[in-house]
T-cell receptor, first 113, second 118 residues
Framework: GENVEQHPSTLSVQEGDSAVIKCTYSDSASNYFPWYKQELGKRPQLIIDIRSNVGEKKDQRIAVTLNKTAKHFSLHITETQPEDSAVYFCAASKGGAGNQFYFGTGTSLTVIP | GAVVSQHPSRVICKSGTSVKIECRSLDFQATTMFWYRQFPKKSLMLMATSNEGSKATYEQGVEKDKFLINHASLTLSTLTVTSAHPEDSSFYIC?????FGTGANVLTFGAGSRLTVL
């Protein structure tokens, strides 16, 4: 099955700096890679996703890059703000409604004002 | 966008009782729903995949007789924790995956249910 690894487990940055979270996956058949943000006691919320036919995707201060050959993808947050503080999860999945998602172990991001 | 409703958000019960958690997809049909358990400051642990009209698929180590899953319609899946014990106390989150179009890949989560067993 798929194995998703995520690093780092904790990350602290100064407000305004950039944050990068990296994930690797093992199953070359995985073709969909979402990133979720989870605030304490809340549900995970999708913040950005990328499909295997794309190498990079950007949405304002958030970007995701995918390297299919190396089987890794990364989340980049620029100009971080205190409200970016949360736990971030990467995931990998194959297409199809019945296919499960494999989650990374999460990164707790703290943005220091 | 897709909305998944989960109830109750919090439940406290006595040891030995059963608790039912509902998960509904409000604006889309979900042939498949996923149930996760999350421990404090930990990742999402997949418990089972709920399939509409058929038996759920449980992950290794998850007791199917302990965690009963029913997916009777395309918009509703339920998780029943039977004969709950304190060690079952946890945050349970359901999710549903869109089944067609651009939403086919997107996984939407319910708000979660915080179960406390006394």
């Amino acid at each position: 099955g798929e194995n998703v690894e995520q690093h780092p487990s904790t990350l602290s940055v100064q407000e305004g700096d950039s944050a990068v979270i990296k994930c690797t996956y093992s199953d070359s058949a995985s073709n969909y890679f979402p990133w979720y943000k989870q605030e304490l006691g809340k549900r995970p919320q999708l913040i950005i996703d990328i499909r295997s036919n794309v190498g990079e995707k950007k949405d304002q201060r958030i970007a995701v890059t995918l390297n299919k050959t190396a089987k890794h993808f990364s989340l980049h947050i620029t100009e971080t703000q205190p409200e970016d503080s949360a736990v971030y999860f990467c995931a990998a999945s194959k297409g199809g409604a019945g296919n499960q998602f494999y989650f990374g172990t999460g990164t707790s991001l703290t943005v220091i004002p | 966008g897709a909305v998944v409703s989960q109830h109750p958000s919090r439940v406290i019960c006595k040891s030995g009782t059963s608790v039912k958690i509902e998960c509904r997809s409000l604006d889309f049909q979900a042939t498949t729903m996923f149930w996760y358990r999350q421990f404090p400051k930990k990742s999402l642990m997949l418990m089972a995949t709920s399939n509409e009209g058929s038996k759920a698929t449980y992950e290794q180590g998850v007791e199917k007789d302990k965690f009963l899953i029913n997916h009777a319609s395309l918009t509703l899946s339920t998780l029943t924790v039977t004969s709950a014990h304190p060690e079952d106390s946890s945050f349970y989150i359901c999710s549903a995956r869109g089944s067609f179009g651009t939403g086919a890949n997107v996984l939407t989560f319910g708000a979660g249910s915080r179960l406390t067993v006394l």
